[in-house]
T-cell receptor, first 111, second 113 residues
Framework: DAGVIQSPRHEVTEMGQEVTLRCKPI?????LFWYRQTMMRGLELLIY????????DSGMPEDRFSAKMPNASFSTLKIQPSEPRDSAVYFC?????????FGSGTQLSVL | GNSVTQMEGPVTLSEEAFLTINCTYTATGYPSLFWYVQYPGEGLQLLLK?????DKGSNKGFEATYRKETTSFHLEKGSVQVSDSAVYFCALLGSSNTGKLIFGQGTTLQVKP
């Protein structure tokens, strides 16, 4: 298996623009997680899904953030409108039987 | 609620030195415990795990023992290498198994030649 695949690897955008991050989990995994990592706050869980259903979105910082999982093989994290403080590395991870696998992350820079 | 506390970094060691990174946890019941490692520019990857008291997880020369009496899961390695330089995260999965791992804040390890 290719592992958890995220795209794009890097995203540079201007304040106010919409940003969409994409994730393909490992086939057969029933959990999917979105994390954000910054120097100031460390690793933060934003939202996670079980069998495509959102379970806990309490970590989503504001209404500007939304996440969807339309099927077992695809998820998106959208920020609209983006702000400079959203600059971070965003990780997607999937798991099954307690083993969590991370993607390589999307480095987002909002200018 | 469940929580994980790690020693603050950065930890700076010379090659071949002994490593300990402390991790303690708070949880009800019998959680599973994990160490993840993050190399520069990459996502986290599982290093080792232990699922019950007194279990020892080990991988790549790293070890950690699940100590329920002290609620600890300290990471150790007898002789570190420059290639071990990374950020190490302790994590737990609660016994209710919601699927959600609770991570510590991470400890940066720098190994100098």
């Amino acid at each position: 298996d290719a592992g958890v695949i995220q795209s794009p690897r890097h995203e540079v955008t201007e304040m106010g623009q919409e940003v969409t991050l994409r994730c393909k989990p490992i086939s057969g995994h029933d959990y999917l997680f979105w994390y954000r990592q910054t120097m100031m706050r460390g690793l933060e869980l934003l939202i996670y899904f079980n069998n495509n259903v959102p379970i806990d979105d309490s970590g989503m910082p504001e209404d500007r953030f939304s996440a969807k999982m339309p099927n077992a093989s695809f998820s998106t994290l959208k920020i609209q409108p983006s702000e400079p403080r959203d600059s971070a590395v965003y990780f997607c991870a999937s798991s099954s039987f307690e083993k969590l696998f991370f993607g390589s992350g999307t480095q987002l820079s909002v200018l | 609620g469940n929580s994980v506390t790690q020693m603050e970094g950065p930890v700076t060691l010379s090659e071949e030195a002994f490593l300990t990174i402390n991790c303690t946890y708070t949880a009800t019941g019998y959680p599973s415990l994990f160490w993840y490692v993050q190399y520069p520019g990459e996502g986290l990857q599982l290093l080792l795990k232990a699922t019950k008291a007194d279990d020892k997880g080990s991988n790549k020369g790293f070890e950690a023992t699940y100590r329920k009496e002290t609620t600890s899961f300290h990471l150790e390695k007898g002789s570190v290498q420059v290639s071990d330089s990374a950020v190490y995260f302790c994590a737990l999965l609660g016994s209710s198994n919601t699927g959600k791992l609770i991570f510590g804040q991470g400890t940066t390890l720098q190994v100098k030649p």
